[in-house]
């Protein structure tokens, strides 16, 4: 059965989002710093599997490497995959944010988040969230142990 408005508005999310199911912040994101800050640190999907997993994701370096030891049980299901992935990236990117002087929120004008560092440098942190949720690798902590030294 071919109903052409839901064609039409499946092409418009997906050219809206890049296509690949990643973050995508709503306007530019600029206006309230704490408030895009304080949405992209809820990760519901990823603070349930940690609760049930036992960990508590606390905003630590340490939640990280929890992170990275739990089984990805997730992997057998690709809307979680995605979800999971994306609240990984956004999970990290609060962390980062929280601890690593001069690293804060940044939206690229496609409204995707990253943490633009001190230096300058971008990191798309979402990215990172799905190639973990994905196969582990890169392991969250590694990834903030490289950006942290920045």
Not at 8 to 20: E, I, L, V, Y
Not at 95 to 113: H, L, Y
Not at 120 to 139: F, K, L, Y
Request: hydrophobic residues 40%.
């Amino acid at each position: 059965m071919n109903i052409p408005f839901l064609g039409n508005r499946r092409k418009k999310r997906d050219h809206a989002d890049g296509g690949d199911g990643a973050a995508v912040v709503p306007g530019d994101g600029g206006g309230d710093p704490e408030g895009v800050a304080e949405l992209l640190s809820e990760c519901e999907l990823l603070r349930s599997q940690a609760h049930l997993a036992g960990v508590e994701l606390d905003n630590s370096t340490t939640s990280l490497e929890e992170l990275d030891q739990l089984l990805p049980r997730w992997r057998d299901d690709e809307d979680t995959l995605a979800w999971l992935g994306n609240d990984a990236g956004l999970y990290l990117g609060t962390v980062i944010v929280r601890t690593v002087p001069g690293a804060v929120w940044q939206v690229w004008p496609s409204g995707r988040p990253v943490v633009r560092m001190a230096s300058g440098r971008e990191v798309d942190v979402v990215a990172s969230g799905h190639e973990w949720a994905a196969s582990g690798v890169p392991e969250l902590s590694q990834v903030y142990a490289e950006v942290a030294e920045d």
